[in-house]
């Protein structure tokens, strides 16, 4: 028996019908060419025989007497045909019925009394391709050790000889992490341990959120200027899921032009697209949105589980111009990487408490809908490979994590760079985003506005990224 | 608003993450000769466009302060794109790819905050069929209901101009119920409400169920003689389903050589499928195991909801003569139907609540796998139609209602008369009952070693039949 750790143990309790604690992923393959008709059965036959999740998702949470106060995972029996699920599409089996069916399945909670996984193989996809989508608990994984998984999976090489599935892979050593913020994780580490250890209780949790609501720059105090937008209000357990492919070239040659980093420029299309959608729904607050960008660190042993931190950076909802946009929200998220830097451990130890705890304590008293918005959506970044991958010979085309909700936060925005391009997903509550979709096709609009706009003013772009650099 | 019966409310209490109180049916269908290939997706857009289900599933359960006490029905607006889904089958498409998607739908709660149904067109059936599977929830709706239901939806003409779909013919006045039991239904209308007003409080159960256990002639004291099985455990909360079709001509021909009922024949067969499973597992208890046999009765008002007595059954599991167990039951039922129809009003309401109270209490409480059973697996029989029935076109081959488990009671049989055949469904707890479609597959076999036995003695069975008769 091993205890989950604390940050681990909250996430099993923030379990509700309406937001189960769990996170997943879309991918989209192309069959190998000349592939064999019984391609999938094969795939399938091979994951159904070789272990290819890692600890702890070949343990389930053990039942004792203190399992509610202390959680801990005991070893158990794998049974594949309830985890390893074979699923198809209805016709015509496009990007529509994909996103229908993973809002489906991804709305239903884990079996709570058996390893907290489940991966469906999913069949009928136009285009001679077909999906893999998995779903594991947050107490067991996080976005990033999940990303890492994947990656485990995966090979650069589609003749690897070795590479005949997920499970030969995951042998190898690991591979780097997704992205190396490597002297920031470093400083973050040890207050993150801290901060695991503060919210052990409720009394603790509600302590911490008092203290950080007190003086002067209290980031609590600050939230209070959050708008509350119509992302903001208690969801329901039914999700929807749409997705887009933009351009990396794009991105960064509007990046380039204008002195930003192509994470502003994804912040900005993102910006612009939900500018768009409230003020079609006549529902666009005039003070700007703000985005909770989480940044995710490895922990200390290299086992899976969660080490959070975020900040919280401006959407630039209420600038009409992109350009300007993307500008504000520049320069709004240089500073504040800045400002990480150079915080002293115990400063950071509150930041990362902020990321989470208000969110956690919320949730568990319920709480949370009623509190103002402490940001209004989650937008997360990871990179996956700059190399196309492949899964026995099947070339990834585009992978989408599928996050979960908070209750007050109903829209969750994950940007994956893979390749030439960058896979946006867009996971809403069904009833608070009624035409989620529109946030997906107008993503790849704002991207078009953008690039006119930078293109439209190069030289004065050229200026401003002098300007920054001395 | 208009409140829950006392007895539907008691559903709605009993649903637990490992017991949703849902039933469902599974139907299969034959596409119409020379249909369009758009046919699933016409068929689809009528049913989003025409309601088909009946009051109360366009409501949802009220959020009122009183809501657990009295829980009570509101109107509410229908989000039939969440409702109505399209699903599909992946290769090879048979019976067991359709057996493990509606096993797995069936598995997942329903959404209580939302009207309390879902309905699955699912395609990708092999032999140029499709299938229909719905779910609803037990408060709602009982399996006569439910049965009442589907048959308003299908027309036993092909060609009827008026039956394009389901809501045509949901207009028309209600059909005949499945059964005329008219005698005994009368005689039970009036106990079962008694019956309903006696379980408004848990305190009130527990009093009848004290009551119900004193006295030489008591029902609850019989019941201690029952076996425990290894149906008999607690339930987790995934299923299985297996699946049979079996010649009602069959098993006709076996009733009239023994002069015992079909009913008779197939509680047999269930016994002898049951009894070959349980030597395999060495698992077979010295006495017979017992069958809860429930019998639906109709509403005064014609409201769908829940009108339910049962009674008890041997399945004659403790003998290894097919046609030896066939006479034990014939014998047991017979005097047991009599009794039924001979007992005053009082006794009928104990008799009633025999068959719902300890499982309502013990399922509230917590102590029904604790307890010794009441039974051992429940057997209901119902007949759907003697002629074949059409849903726009498209003949039905086969339904299976798939029903719910009570804790403790792993294993749910059904039988459904249509046609020239019987349909019988399988549910178990996939963690109790491993090798589950081995059931189905043995109750084809035991259908064949009965008809083996009864032709080697047919003399005999002639002159019981004639003793009986005098």
Request: glycine share 6%; proline share 8%.
């Amino acid at each position: 028996m091993r205890y989950l750790s604390p940050l681990d143990a909250a996430f099993l309790r923030m379990e509700s019908a309406r937001t189960p604690m769990h996170v997943g992923a879309m991918m989209t393959f192309r069959l190998p060419q000349g592939a064999p008709r019984d391609f999938l059965q094969r795939l399938l036959a091979r994951m159904r025989k070789h272990p290819f999740m890692p600890e702890p998702f070949n343990c389930r949470l053990a039942r004792t007497r203190w399992s509610r106060l202390a959680p801990a995972w005991e070893q158990t029996e794998l049974d594949m045909d309830y985890h390893l699920r074979h699923s198809a599409l209805p016709y015509p089996g496009g990007e529509r019925e994909l996103g229908q069916l993973v809002a489906r399945l991804h709305s239903h909670p884990l079996d709570l009394s058996r390893p907290l996984w489940e991966c469906h193989v999913i069949e009928g996809l136009a285009g001679d391709r077909f999906a893999l989508y998995f779903k594991a608990h947050h107490c067991a994984i996080d976005g990033i050790g999940a990303m890492r998984m994947v990656q485990r999976w995966l090979s650069e090489d589609p003749q690897d000889p070795r590479v005949d599935g997920p499970w030969v892979v995951a042998t190898r050593a690991d591979p780097e992490p997704p992205r190396a913020h490597t002297g920031l994780v470093e400083r973050l580490r040890k207050p993150i341990a801290f901060a695991g250890r503060q919210i052990r209780s409720l009394g603790d949790l509600a302590k911490a959120l008092v203290q950080m609501s007190q003086g002067e720059d209290s980031s609590v105090r600050a939230a209070l200027a959050v708008p509350r937008s119509l992302f903001n209000v208690p969801v329901t357990q039914q999700r929807r899921l749409g997705t887009q492919i933009l351009s990396l070239q794009r991105i960064k040659a509007i990046a380039e032009a204008v002195g930003a980093s192509t994470n502003d420029v994804l912040m900005a299309i993102c910006g612009g697209a939900i500018r768009r959608y409230l003020l079609e729904q006549q529902a666009l607050p005039e003070k700007t949105l703000l985005a909770s960008v989480p940044v995710g660190l490895q922990r200390p042993d290299g086992t899976p589980g969660n080490a959070v931190v975020g900040f919280v950076a401006p959407l630039g909802t209420h600038i009409e111009d992109p350009r300007a946009r993307l500008q504000l929200i520049h320069r709004v998220t240089a500073r504040a990487k800045q400002e990480l830097g150079a915080m002293p451990p115990d400063a950071l130890a509150q930041f990362a408490l902020l990321g989470l705890s208000p969110l956690i304590l919320g949730q568990m008293t319920g709480a949370l809908p009623k509190l103002p918005p402490l940001f209004n959506v989650v937008v997360s970044n990871v990179v996956l490979s700059k190399k196309p991958l492949y899964l026995m010979g099947a070339e990834l085309e585009a992978m989408y994590p599928v996050s979960f909700l908070f209750d007050g936060y109903a829209l969750n925005i994950t940007l994956v760079g893979y390749c030439d391009r960058v896979a946006v997903g867009f996971l809403g509550c069904r009833d608070a985003i009624p035409h989620l979709q529109r946030l997906a096709v107008y993503s790849s609009d704002a991207l078009d506005e953008l690039e006119r706009a930078v293109q439209a003013q190069p030289a004065r772009a050229r200026r401003i990224r002098t300007r920054r650099r001395h």
